[in-house]
């Protein structure tokens, strides 16, 4: 009788979670994202320690020093006014009426679909010393010459690249602290103002603290990106003689002859800071301190702001028209004349710009069907791989390893392996992936240097954080117990994923693969290190026309590149949602 229980137990028992083919395939994309970090990085360290002999160049050249200083300055201060005018945001829209309603709420995050170029250059246009729309309206409205004049505003200074980088940064850091608020426990509000404290205090005391692992991982991150950042400090930098350790290692690899041991070295010095960084937060933040648990009969009541609430109401239409409605008007204006001027004039608007960017230039042609290429493909693949990742953790991995008793599957947890996985390469700056990935795939055995395949792979690995995150979300809103309740009547896991989990989650992923897709399209700082003339790309393409003084053509296909990422989140939302009726 014992043997028989025995027999049954083990005949009952699932394979193991390295025998299936569900998990097999989710063991080898994790795998292969973290090839893609390890490998390059691997190779950059290899050859930052004596295995570079073959490299062309030498030192760090004159003026490393102001390089660095640059770069610290300008992301130093960038990162804390965003930092404080973010939070400043999601508390505003979080906690008070103040804010925008409805959909109102989510425009701080517009500027996410508009690619970064395309907001430089309407910063351009709009803050020109000589000639920009603002500075020209303001020297007519003070009595100042128009022609010939210059000012008040110079962006093409310090100045005006840390008020282009802090814009830049504003969109990301809400969306993360607007999360944690929406997701904090409004109850330990509403204890502090019983106790009598009134709402400033309450936030200063009790709901920023509560947020402390996200407003620091926002800010983290936002320093990440204002390291890398290569649009800001190429377009406004360059005019203005200002240098940071992004555009320096561009230079290294593009000027004649190239220096690329010098771009190893400070992409090597990139990856410790970065590191450094990640450490601290590890140490002094770690996860799991963020008191956001509550109840789901707690309701929250926002703060009444009064006659004050039409002051914030303006601060928010003022950022949404300086970081994205006024650029775009700008640039518009610009791509149908001939040639940038004062002298603006009816008679001399046509869409000849549009004309020659789409049809007549064969390099902005050609990029663009790359790049159209590259952002479908890509997306797609990307957020194939998020969303099985996320939904295979999240429904299948942990209960076949709660199963199987303790294996080191179960005391890691498999969700914990993958969420690590796949957010970590959140943390290398595009700047650095360039430069490692022509360190590990121009030679043997890869040699897919001057191919799309490499832009390919490196765009896969800078958008695969952002995958998961929309991925994760949609996941882990669709309840374990369908999946189980699937293989109760055992349904296998592909059949449990393909129609119950995945037409659940559609929606979410569709909203991830626009932000992905987005980013593809107009990505510039990998693109500018990684593409050459048989693999041109936007982001590269862009660069070139502003190298060659060609602004009404920049003007007109920065903002095809707008428009053709407007139509596709258009068309993708609008078939969510007559998804969701039909499905109603």
């Known amino acids: ?35 893609l970090m390890i490998y390059p990085t691997f190779r950059l360290l290899q050859l930052a320690f004596g295995g570079g002999g073959h490299l062309a160049g030498g030192g760090l050249g004159e003026g490393i020093g102001g390089v660095l200083w640059n770069t610290f300055v300008l992301v130093s201060i960038s990162s804390i006014i965003a930092l404080v005018f973010s939070t400043f945001l999601a508390v505003i829209s979080e906690r008070t009426d103040g804010g925008l309603k409805g959909v109102g709420n989510f ?45 008040p505003f110079d962006i093409y200074s310090m100045q005006g690249m840390i008020f282009a980088l802090s814009v830049h940064l504003v969109p990301a850091i809400y969306l993360i602290t607007s999360s944690a608020l929406r997701s904090l426990d409004p109850s330990i509000e509403e204890a502090a103002r019983i106790s009598g404290a009134g709402p400033l205090r309450t936030w200063l005391s009790v709901t920023l603290p509560a947020i402390r692992p996200s407003i620091f991982e926002a800010w983290i991150l936002s320093i990440i990106n204002g390291i890398a950042i290569f649009a800001v400090p190429v377009i406004l930098g360059t005019s203005a003689g200002i240098e940071v ?53 707690v309701r929250h009541s926002p703060t009444r702001l009064g006659k004050i609430g039409w002051i914030t109401k303006g601060i928010f239409l003022g950022y949404i028209m300086i970081s994205l409605i006024l650029p775009l008007i700008a640039l518009m204006i610009v791509s149908l004349q001939p040639f940038w001027s004062l002298n603006f004039s009816f008679d001399y608007l046509s869409f000849n710009n549009y004309r020659t960017v789409l049809t007549v230039n064969p390099a902005t042609t050609r990029a663009l069907a790359n790049s159209l290429i590259l952002a479908t493909v890509g997306a797609s693949l990307i957020m194939l791989i998020a969303g099985f990742l996320m939904l295979y953790a999240n429904h299948f991995a942990e209960s076949a390893a709660r199963l199987q008793g303790k294996t ?40 897919i240097y001057g191919t799309i395949w490499i832009l390919l792979l490196a765009y896969l690995l800078m958008e695969i954080p952002y995958a ?52 593809m399209l107009g990505e510039v700082t990998a693109s500018a290190i990684l593409s050459g003339t048989s ?50």
Request: aromatic content about 12%; hydrophobic content about 55%.
């Open 468 to 519: 998961t995150t929309a991925a994760r979300s949609a996941a882990i809103l669709v309840s374990r117990e369908l999946s189980e309740s699937a293989r109760v009547f055992r349904a296998s896991e592909g059949t449990t994923m393909r129609k119950i989990l995945l037409p659940l989650t559609l929606h979410g992923l569709a909203a991830g693969w626009v932000l992905v897709f987005i980013h």
């Open 535 to 584: 693999n041109g790309v936007v982001g590269a393409v862009l660069l070139d026309l502003w190298e060659n003084g060609s602004f009404p053509l920049m003007t007109a296909f920065a903002l095809v590149i707008w428009a053709i990422a407007t139509c596709m989140m258009a068309l993708v939302l609008s078939l969510n949602n007559f998804n969701l009726r039909r499905s109603r």
């Open 408 to 447: 080191w599957l179960q005391r890691l947890g498999y969700r914990r392996i993958v969420d690590f996985v796949t957010t970590l390469p959140a943390t290398f700056p595009h700047t650095l992936v360039g430069v490692a990935f022509i360190l590990a795939f121009a030679q043997w055995p890869f040699d």
């Open 107 to 151: 425009m701080p995050v517009a500027p996410l679909m508009l690619p970064s170029v395309t907001g430089v250059l309407g910063w351009v246009v709009l803050f020109d010393p000589r000639i920009g729309f603002v500075n020209v309206a303001l020297r007519y409205l003070m009595g100042q010459p128009v022609q010939g004049g210059t000012g």
């Open 1 to 35: 009788m014992q043997t028989s229980n025995v027999s049954a137990q083990y005949t009952q028992r699932p394979a193991r979670w390295f025998s299936r083919p569900m998990a097999t395939v989710a063991n080898l994309l994790i795998i292969g994202i973290a090839f």
């Open 245 to 297: 350790v992004s555009v320096r290692i561009f230079r290294y690899f593009t000027d004649y002859p190239a220096n690329e041991r010098a771009a190893l070295i400070l992409a090597f010095g990139m990856l410790c800071v970065v590191f450094s960084l990640r450490m601290i937060q590890w140490k002094w933040l770690p996860h799991g301190r963020q008191a956001t648990i509550g109840g789901k009969g």
